[in-house]
């Protein structure tokens, strides 16, 4: 079976730009979950759907949102970027929001 | 959320067992004790969890202290695929259900 996937892997934007990032969970599986890990850190949660609805969120700005469409794939959009949202987000998906979470392998965002 | 406490790392010989330790002394009764482990390069990947009962799984075991105040990852024979930073997290599976990650502890696997 397919694991998560996330694309783009890799991409580099400039202050100020709008991001998004798509995230496919893995077949049969409901909820979606989003982390943010800066190098050197642990993931960071910001965001979990279950059933197209915003189940959690993290301690993170305003100008991070997510929706998950019926398909249950997802999007991450962070508007007006900033130096500090360089990182590796990563997706995660479960087959309910409650059970265990298996990780896409990211996308590397570069802010400059 | 409850805090977890890891060592930063540990150092491991090939086909020797791992025992990473983890400290939770204000766990609640509806804590389930939950390790992830994060290869170079990977995202996090999911490895046991368990709530009260030790519990073991194809990958390690998960030895959980009879207080909960305290629980031991063990990787039985390691192997250079399994050098990562373990992460042991405490997660309320009655309220959100994030994963709060700390640290973790970085093992090394010596050949």
């Known amino acids: 079976d397919a694991g998560v996937t996330q694309s783009p892997t890799h991409l580099i934007k400039t202050r100020g730009q709008h991001v998004t990032l798509r995230c496919s969970p893995i077949?049969?599986?409901?909820?979606v979950s989003w982390y943010q890990q800066v190098l050197g850190q642990g993931p960071q949660f910001i965001f979990q759907?279950?059933?197209?609805?915003?189940?959690g969120r993290g301690n993170f700005p305003d100008r991070f949102s997510a929706r998950q469409f019926p398909n249950y794939s997802s999007e991450l959009n962070v508007n007006a970027l900033l130096l500090g949202d360089s990182a590796l987000y990563l997706c995660a998906s479960s087959r309910m929001a409650r059970y265990e979470q298996y990780f896409g392998p990211g996308t590397r965002l570069t802010v400059t | 959320d409850a805090k977890t406490t890891q060592p930063n790392s540990m150092e491991s010989n090939e086909e020797e067992p791992v025992h990473l330790p983890c400290n939770h002394s204000t766990i609640s009764g509806t804590d389930y004790i939950h390790w992830y482990r994060q290869l170079p390069s990977q995202g996090p990947e999911y490895v046991i969890h368990?709530?009260?009962s030790n519990v073991n799984n194809r990958m390690a075991s998960l030895a959980i202290a009879e207080d909960r105040k305290s629980s031991t990852l063990i990787l039985h024979r390691a192997t250079l695929r399994d050098a990562a930073v373990y992460y042991c997290?405490?997660?309320?599976?009655?309220?959100?259900?994030?994963?709060?990650f700390g640290a973790g502890t970085t093992v090394t696997v010596r050949a």
């Open positions: 368990g709530l009260t």
């Open positions: 077949s049969g599986h409901k909820s």
């Open positions: 759907y279950y059933e197209k609805e915003e189940r």
């Open positions: 997290i405490l997660r309320d599976l009655t309220g959100d259900y994030k994963l709060s």
